[in-house]
């Protein structure tokens, strides 16, 4: 499951009107046997947002290559018999600048990291896990710059914390509550180390880790709306005010947390529109500036799109029609018109359904921090203020930490200029 969204994208304050994300007719991709996890990166590097998709028979990870919108191959990436390839992460694993693959193989208990050398995959450093992991998150866990990753390990009651150490992936053993579905990353404590959110679907909980240092202990557990279990999580910064905060799918709902200063209040439900719902993604579709939440509805064939206030609340759900039993919903803007777009896998159908964005946004200007179309002092101004004020806006970088590489990154992006 691909959960990714630039820190910077969710601290975007939103005013209360809820606009209906829309979307064009779904473009169905081939994608046999048993599709599961969807990455999406540029993979052969020509600008385009590419498609990875694992697939259960033969076991394998099918790369799609994208043409402006258009998807070719695949090209098939065996990972062994019977290796069972599920969740996927697209990532720069061994910081070459190519976007690697991460893979789950449940049926072997493993994560291994499939290494980009210009667009050609080769089976690079695995870590075991924990009995059946299902769900594979990333984010800078030790604070070194590299992207780390967990799981959670469904008939192991744990999450195996992966550190990545230049491209090996040395591996530590969490325990959790019962059946663990799901993990989000986020600071959620806002110490700026990024902490573990994991659902335990048994236990009818969702149970946040705080992180000390790359170790990992248990803050305290979050009930869903009506007891129910939680299945997928999210996080982001749903009420624009500069915390992450949390999301579940919980019966046929998707329960929302919002953060206050590391405190969460109540959980709020908001209904799918359909059955059980699972995975769950975040991207502001409608680009009024509210970040919204889809969710997957694995038994009604149907994905549903939440729209955001930007106040912490959401809207009746926008439904697209998917095939049977979708999962891993991903965000990437596949048209290149610089709005979020939207694909799942559909694993009863063996097809992967792609989602353009029926709108288009303009052309992004990141280091105008002040919006008035001029890169000048007062935008180098409002980020060293964001930066002595420990604000996340100005983490460039996305390691979730304030350090030098970020006014490095800034500084560079400000003289590159923009478009």
């Known amino acids: 499951m691909e959960r990714k969204v630039s820190i910077v994208a969710l601290l975007v304050t939103a005013g209360s009107a809820i606009a209906a994300p829309t979307f064009l007719a779904p473009i169905t991709i081939a994608s046999a046997q048993r599709p599961s996890g969807v990455a999406a990166a540029d993979f052969d590097g020509d600008g385009d947002v590419d498609l990875a998709v694992a697939t259960d028979n033969l076991d394998k990870i099918s790369i799609f290559t994208n043409n402006a919108g258009t998807f070719g191959g695949p090209v098939n ?3 062994g018999a019977n290796t069972g390839p599920d969740d996927l992460i697209a990532a720069d694993v061994d910081g070459d600048g190519d976007a690697d693959l991460v893979v789950v193989l449940k049926n072997i208990n493993q994560v291994r990291v499939y290494t980009n050398t210009g667009g050609v995959f080769t089976a690079g450093a695995s870590a075991s896990t924990g009995a059946e992991p299902v769900d594979l998150a990333t984010g800078d866990l030790n604070g070194d710059g590299r992207p780390d990753f967990v799981t959670a390990n469904r008939d192991g009651n744990s999450a195996t914390i992966l550190m990545n150490t230049g491209g090996t992936l040395t591996a530590t053993t969490l325990s959790t509550g019962q059946e663990p579905r799901s993990v989000a990353v986020g600071d959620y404590d806002g110490d700026s180390d990024m902490d573990l959110a994991i659902s335990a679907h048994d236990d009818r909980t969702v149970g946040v880790y705080r992180n000390g240092g790359g170790t990992f202990t248990p803050a305290f557990t979050l009930t869903p709306n009506f007891n129910n279990r939680p299945s997928g999580v999210i996080s982001g910064d749903f009420d624009g005010n500069g915390t992450i905060d949390l999301a579940a799918s919980a019966g046929n709902f998707v329960s ?78 596949f048209d290149g018109n610089n709005s979020p777009d939207l694909a799942v896998s559909n694993r009863d159908s063996n097809t992967t359904s792609v989602f353009m964005n029926a709108m288009s946004g303009t052309t992004p200007c990141d280091p105008d921090l002040n919006d008035d179309g001029v890169l000048d002092f007062f935008d180098v101004s409002t980020f060293l203020n964001l930066f002595s004020g420990g604000d996340l806006a100005a983490d460039w970088n996305n390691d979730g930490m304030l350090d030098f590489f970020d006014v490095s990154s800034y500084l560079n992006a400000f003289s590159a200029g923009c478009p």
């Open 256 to 333: 929302v947390w919002l953060n206050n200063g590391g405190a969460f209040g109540a959980a709020a439900a908001y209904s799918t529109g359909g059955l059980n719902p699972d995975d769950l993604a975040v991207a502001d579709f409608d680009m009024d500036g509210a970040i919204d939440i889809v969710a997957v509805n694995e038994d009604s064939s149907s994905v549903a799109v939440l729209a955001g206030t930007g106040a912490g609340t959401f809207g009746a759900p926008t439904l697209l029609a998917a095939g049977a039993n979708p999962s891993s919903p991903v965000v990437a803007d």
């Open 77 to 79: 990436v065996l990972t």
